[in-house]
Antibody, heavy 116, light 107 residues
Framework: EVQLVQSGAEVKRPGATVKISCKVSGYTFTDQYMHWVQQAPGKGLEWMGLVDPEDGETIYVEKFQGRVTLTADTSTDTSYMELSSLRSADTAVYYC?????????WGQGTMVTVSS | DIQLTQSPSFLSASVGDRVTITCRASRGISRYLAWYQQKPGTAPKLLIYPASTLQSGVPSRFSGSGSGTEFWLTISSLQPEDVATYFCQQLNSYPRSFGQGTKLEIK
């Protein structure tokens, strides 16, 4: 059974950095890109970027460029999303998602709250 | 970047109704379009990709159509368990943009 299991909820101060993990099982980690998606409370889905676990190559959406870092650790089959310089607008659920094309496997989501 | 515009943003219909959601792309994306269903508090679920191919396990009352810039998700006979928000996503180019969502409720 394919599983993407994300780390738990986080509460951060403005200006801080958060790092979320997404551990996969049930498929070959390096076979598919890992994507990350942001969903602010009551809002839609926003694609943040992807990491290729095979070689670490990344693509980021312009909105998060410079603040987000996506990585993949093939020794533990885990992808990470690090978001820096947090502000209140970053309060959201963050999902990892993957699939051969469209996103047919998703993590359960990680809630990040940015509050002073 | 490709923008996706869904309509309507909100839809209220009765059990048994046929409902259709539209997704328009700002430029042609061939058939590289996916539809997702998201219920409150859960991750999105892939229903259809590409354009009209139903994913395994998805009820046959769901169907997708379209190509180029205009796409449709149709539920042939609305069921109570279909209450959710539906999103389209283009996989033609990066960034992988989503539509803003259509919230579907039972009347």
């Amino acid at each position: 059974e394919v599983q993407l299991v994300q780390s738990g909820a986080e509460v951060k101060r403005p200006g801080a950095t958060v790092k979320i993990s997404c551990k996969v099982s049930g498929y070959t980690f390096t076979d598919q890109y890992m994507h990350w998606v942001q969903q602010a409370p009551g809002k839609g889905l926003e694609w943040m970027g992807l990491v290729d676990p095979e070689d670490g190559e990344t693509i980021y959406v312009e909105k998060f460029q410079g603040r987000v870092t996506l990585t993949a650790d093939t020794s533990t089959d885990t992808s990470y999303m690090e978001l820096s310089s947090l502000r209140s607008a970053d309060t959201a659920v963050y999902y990892c998602a993957t699939g051969p094309d469209a996103f047919d496997m998703w993590g359960q989501g990680t809630m990040v709250t940015v509050s002073s | 970047d490709i923008q996706l515009t869904q309509s309507p943003s909100f839809l209220s219909a009765s059990v048994g109704d046929r409902v259709t959601i539209t997704c328009r792309a700002s430029r042609g994306i061939s058939r590289y379009l996916a539809w997702y269903q998201q219920k409150p508090g859960t991750a999105p679920k892939l229903l259809i990709y590409p354009a009209s191919t139903l994913q395994s396990g998805v009820p046959s009352r769901f169907s997708g159509s379209g190509s180029g810039t205009e796409f449709w998700l149709t539920i042939s006979s609305l069921q109570p368990e279909d209450v959710a928000t539906y999103f389209c996503q283009q996989l033609n180019s990066y960034p992988r943009s989503f539509g803003q969502g259509t919230k579907l409720e039972i009347k």
